[in-house]
């Protein structure tokens, strides 16, 4: 802790021994009245420079807590000149279960042609970018309506940090309320007219639903997460679902997909409606969950369809997950493959990236062009 003594002169005494004479000590004498200016200024200059240096000390000791909240703020901010490859895990035990309270000393990295200069590993969701992507079809809008209060104590629960946005879709996708933090703007846009006799364009929404993050800030800490909700017939889209999976993996964005199905009649009973091809790969492919909701006798009286246990598997499912990154080398930009490899130590324990399989290993490859700038998907 850096001390500062406060250095000011001692003040001078005028008692005066026995027949000793002082005059010639003494500046207020009326013989010294010419130096008293000079005095006077003197002491002002030392007193200001002695505030001065109170001041710096001060500063240097403690710097002001703006600062200090704005550096804290600025920690989990991506800087334009760091490679950062990130990529959300889930790690589970013999049994299954998620591991809690890991570290990056619980994991062994196996880089032979050094093309990483760092891990970085962090566990949980505290702060996320959740967007609710809401099939505005006759047939799901009072569903949906009526979770609006469970989908959104989802995003309530996650750190004060965290935004929310809201798109509705039918034909076309519009972005009615852009990321906020204001949870009554969000609340409004739950609430909508169905759109009846109209095609669907699920992947075109979810194409629109990832560029709404491109506005948004790189924070490494931070989960983006889409939960979309729809009936998974799609008869409209000119995207397709692989390019969608593509883009949501470029931006590290999971889709957590809730299928409120459509039923058909086959064989004297009702079946749900196979949903187009690719809308589970949504989930399945991009680190998310897909998740099929009610039957058929929920379909014959929708307000049986409870959608707050699956809010909850999604909290808690995002929860267990950790954030697994690495920084890549200047060196890794030689037109070359580089394979480089991350294990669990602990015993009995595995992990999944991204859609993959569990294992206790896994290969992560990069190939880049000598002064590219983006980084590999």
């Known amino acids: 802790m850096l001390k500062c003594a406060l250095l000011r002169p001692e ?7 026995p027949g000793q004479d002082h005059r010639h000590h003494d500046n207020r004498h009326s013989q010294y009245s010419a130096l008293r200016p000079f005095f006077r200024l003197a002491e ?3 007193l200001r420079f002695a505030t001065i240096l109170l001041l710096v000390c001060f500063y240097v000791a403690a710097p002001p807590s703006t600062a200090l909240a704005q550096q804290n703020a600025d920690d989990d901010v991506i800087r334009v000149n760091t490679d950062l490859l990130l990529f959300p895990v889930r790690i589970r035990d013999k049994k299954g279960l998620a591991v809690a309270g890991l570290t990056d000393q619980d994991l062994s990295l196996k880089d032979p042609d050094q093309v990483t200069t760092g891990l970085y ?3 949980g969701a505290d702060r996320v970018a959740l967007m609710f992507a809401l099939d505005q079809s006759g047939s799901l809008r009072q569903v949906i309506e009526q ?3 469970a989908a959104l ?3 309530s629960r996650f750190g004060e940090r965290s935004s929310v946005a809201i798109l509705r879709f039918s034909d076309r996708a519009t972005l009615v309320a852009p990321f906020t933090k204001d949870l009554d703007a969000a609340r409004a846009a739950f609430r909508f007219n169905a759109a009846p006799n109209t095609q669907t364009a699920i992947f ?4 629109k639903a990832l560029t709404a993050y491109d506005d948004l800030p790189p924070v490494r800490s931070e989960r983006r997460i889409i939960v979309l909700i729809s009936d998974g017939l799609d008869t409209r889209s000119r995207t397709s679902a692989d390019s969608v999976i593509n883009a949501a993996l470029e931006r590290r964005v999971s889709f957590y997909v809730i299928h409120l199905p459509l039923f058909e009649p086959i064989d004297g009973r009702l079946e749900v409606r196979r949903p187009s091809k690719g809308f589970k790969d949504l989930a399945e492919k991009t680190g998310g969950k897909y998740f099929l909701v009610g039957d058929a006798k929920s379909a014959l009286m ?3 369809n409870d959608l707050t246990p699956i809010f909850q598997a999604i909290e808690e499912d995002l929860k267990s997950q950790y954030l697994l990154g690495f920084y890549i080398s200047e060196s890794s930009r030689d037109n070359r493959k580089h394979v480089f490899s991350v294990s669990m130590k602990p015993e009995g324990v595995e992990y999944s990236v991204g859609g993959r399989g569990y294992s206790r290993t896994q290969k992560f490859m990069i190939n880049l062009a000598p002064g ?4 590999p998907e």
Do not use: N, T
């Open 302 to 304: 929708p307000r049986e």
């Open 153 to 155: 104590a989802l995003f």
């Open 44 to 46: 002002q200059l030392l």
């Open 121 to 123: 590993f962090s566990p």
């Open 372 to 375: 590219a700038k983006k980084l």
């Open 11 to 17: 003040p001078r005494g005028f008692s005066r021994e």
């Open 147 to 149: 979770q609006r209060e």
């Open 204 to 207: 075109d929404a979810a194409a």
